[in-house]
């Protein structure tokens, strides 16, 4: 079933796509221009990706042996295929409605709609087929079936599937990334760039680990790590489960003894540290799972997070916190428990700003989220950058991180084994084969 892996995946893409076109048109609505060239890119990568490989693929295979297993196939896949062969038409009416906009011949109201009614479409339909077509095709199809689905979404033979086909269809994703405007989760503008002041020599170094071990009783967890983080910078971490990347981020923040190697941050030697007073230093830490105080209100949840602050700032630094999180100020009185999953992850990294960090170091913010949860954290880690915020991101979704991230480190069973641009780790053919699911 690993057809199932790609075409979520697909989506998960898609999903981001409509959501930039939906902030894009908000954008227009108040005053921006309208952009030929980002939305042609939009458009190429829908018609080269989703109508020539994605929907082929689903209708020459899934949709067609799910009708041939089930009677109720036909009323769930009609209305999903003539929409897929609607597909092509549709971007032709679109960038035409683009041309039109741009010269001013279309005005704006009348443009934003068709937008809206073209992402409201795509994302009904991808909402349809998950909620309908796959669940049955789990349930009805045989593992024959499976074999030659699977064989269709793998194949790498085809010219239009192939790696270079694959590569191009990356190329055009981060091209539409760098195009977005900055307040959107989806952009990478500053990805595969270092900061202007990071030339060699002279980079202004934040964060510099060398060769960092720490051990559980006699397994060693990490065997060696150096990195280092630049003012400003945000780096991805990024690795497979058990790689060691909870271990990095407790050993650097202090909670986890090191035994070997030295931390250096902002010139000093902070490696005999006690935790508390790396977080006076600004080693602040939001930690995998959350684990926010359940039974606490949100309001002492986000106090504790000051307890290294002086007292007068605190009032001031939750209302920041609240502007940020306005779903926060609204619940304050209540226990941190009764909050949903995307907004405890708020809540957890609210937690660490209200320690004034000058490093945030951020342990899977996305993980067990929904796709649009997903897309509003990384859009807080994106607003964070944004300020200045200097950010150590540890995260499963390689794709998304490396995104954002201005350079990545691969951590593999307690080592770095590869280091480079964001841009540079999206195009690796290791990492899109381990972590990008590519
Ligand atoms: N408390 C512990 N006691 C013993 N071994 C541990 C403990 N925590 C982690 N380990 C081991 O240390 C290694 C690194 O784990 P770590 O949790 O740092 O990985 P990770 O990269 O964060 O993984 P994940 O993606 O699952 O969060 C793993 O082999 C893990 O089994
Ligand atoms: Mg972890």
């Known amino acids: 079933m690993q057809a199932l ?142 074999a030659e689905i699977d064989r269709a979404f793998l194949n790498n033979d085809d010219p239009l599937f192939g790696d270079k086909a694959k590569a191009e269809f990356r190329e055009l994703f981060h091209r539409i990334a760098s195009l977005a405007p900055e307040s959107i989760g989806l952009g990478a503008h500053t990805a595969g760039k270092l900061q202007p002041d990071s030339a060699p020599g002279k980079a202004d170094v934040l964060l510099r680990v060398s060769s960092m071990e720490s051990c559980y009783g006699r397994i060693k967890a990490l065997k060696g790590i150096s990195l280092e983080v630049r003012r400003g910078e945000t780096v991805a971490l990024v690795g497979a489960n058990g790689a060691g990347k909870t271990t990095f981020l407790r050993t650097l923040s202090g909670v986890q003894p090191m035994s070997a190697g030295n931390i250096h941050f902002d ?103 929904a796709p649009l949860l997903v897309e509003e954290v990384f859009n807080v880690v994106k607003t964070l950058k944004a300020q200045g915020m200097t950010i150590l991101l540890v995260e499963q979704n390689a794709f998304a991180a490396l995104a954002i991230a201005d350079r990545g480190y691969v951590l593999e069973t307690g080592n770095v084994t590869l280091t480079g641009t964001g841009q540079e780790l999206i195009n690796n053919e290791q990492v899109r084969a381990a972590y990008l699911g590519m």
């Open 267 to 369: 010139g000093e030697d902070i490696s005999k540290l006690r935790s508390d007073m790396r977080m006076r230093r600004g080693i602040c830490q939001s930690p995998e799972g959350r684990q926010v105080f359940g039974p606490l209100s949100i309001d002492d949840n986000l106090r504790l997070g000051a307890y290294t602050q002086p007292r007068h700032q605190v009032a001031g630094d939750l209302e920041k916190v609240f502007a940020m999180f306005p779903i926060l100020r609204e619940k304050r009185k209540l226990p941190a428990g009764t909050l949903s999953g995307g907004q405890q992850q708020m809540l957890a990294i609210g937690r660490a700003l209200m320690g004034r960090p000058r490093m945030l170091l951020l342990d899977e913010p996305s993980m067990g989220l």
């Open 5 to 146: 892996r790609i075409i979520s995946e697909d989506h998960s893409n898609m999903w981001r796509l409509a959501t930039t076109i939906d902030q894009v048109a908000l954008e227009i609505e108040a005053g921006a221009a309208v952009d030929p060239v980002f939305f042609n890119s939009v458009f190429d990568y829908i018609e080269q990706f989703v109508d020539h490989s994605h929907h082929a693929r689903e209708d020459d295979h899934l949709f067609r042996l799910l009708r041939l297993r089930s009677t109720e196939a036909a009323a769930i896949l009609d209305p999903l295929q003539e929409e897929h062969r609607n597909g092509p038409q549709q971007l032709k009416t679109l960038r035409a409605c683009v041309l039109q906009a741009a010269q001013g011949d279309l005005n704006v109201p009348e443009f934003v709609a068709v937008l809206r009614v073209y992402t409201a479409g795509l994302k009904s339909h991808m909402h349809h087929e998950e909620k309908f077509a796959l669940p049955l095709a789990r349930e009805v199809l045989t593992a024959d079936d499976w």
